[in-house]
């Protein structure tokens, strides 16, 4: 496509004059440089000064990321696109503005009709060759009002655990369970696959291994979205979540015995939350997260804390005082709400 090798060469003509004189003002750059951009490139008006802003919002990037001074080059075919200037929607088909003038391009929208009603905004899309297709990416963006604490009305607590990968209990004192006994199972068919490629050493085997950790990660974050989508969708709007700081849960998986033991149980926790944390804030809800210390020691019923409370072992709470019992899993999640709802009685009566 001439138009993306036209504007890739452009860019990197303007790269080198900004390396050169460090200049990062859009001004004198469009100055300096926009005439010979419109000839020498066959730029129409709005990619020349496509190509300024794209290459200056890159060197700023690269220096607020902390990169040292060095010239930024552009290798792969791409294009900038100001949604309704360089690329719109004309009934069903989108118009593309490119050198040798508009060209319709018609889409598929399963999976993400969503996108073309509701109040969603189109961003500066970029034209990119990928498995030797060309695709057109448009950033959306939509803006939530967030759920203000006075409105919550519903309050879930979320305890992540190996054995029921997520366990609620709500306001209405229902627990849920989602399961998590087939993975327990894979995740340690994962393991001893991995640690037998471990001990093999050769070229082949790394990169089985390589693969194997990259198709274990998707198959995690897979679950991790499958279940949170099901929490938002379980909970109506106005819902509270509350989850367990995940610097403690690393802490607590790290002394959990070898058996049990997954490395990457932190960072699948923290993916848990940020997929929650989205979704929730698509959905009128939000997520609290609180110090996990004593959640899984303090009584539901009498306020009793104490260690042994909990037996790890058979998945068992009872209370040494009152000796009320539960599943284990389940008194976190109790206790979880629990914060949750003084958090809210707290700052709605300023008690
Ligand atoms: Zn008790």
New binding site residues.
Partial sequence: MVTTRSYRKACNFVSRKIFETKMLKQRPIHDLYYHELRSAFGLKSQMAQSVIKTVIARYKSAKSNGHDWSLIRFQNPEYDLVWNRDYSLVQDTFSVNTIDGRIKCSYETKGTEHFFVDNWKFGTAKVVFQHKKWFLHIPMTKAFSELQDEDVSQVVGIDLGLNFLATTYDSQGKTLFYNGKSFKHKRAKYKALRKQLQQKQTASARRRLQSIGSRENRWMMDINHRITKALVNQYGDHTLFVLEDLQGVRHATEKVKVCNRYVSVSWAFYQFRRMLEYKARMNRQKVMVVNPKYTSQT?P????VEKS?RDKKKHLFC??????RSNDDRIGAMNLQRLGIEYIVEVTTGA
């Avoid at 019923?301 to 009793?304: Q, R, S």
């Avoid at 209370?319 to 009320?324: I, S």
Wanted: some cysteine.
């Fill in positions: 009584c019923n009498c306020g009793h409370n209370c040494k005082n009152c000796h009320y």
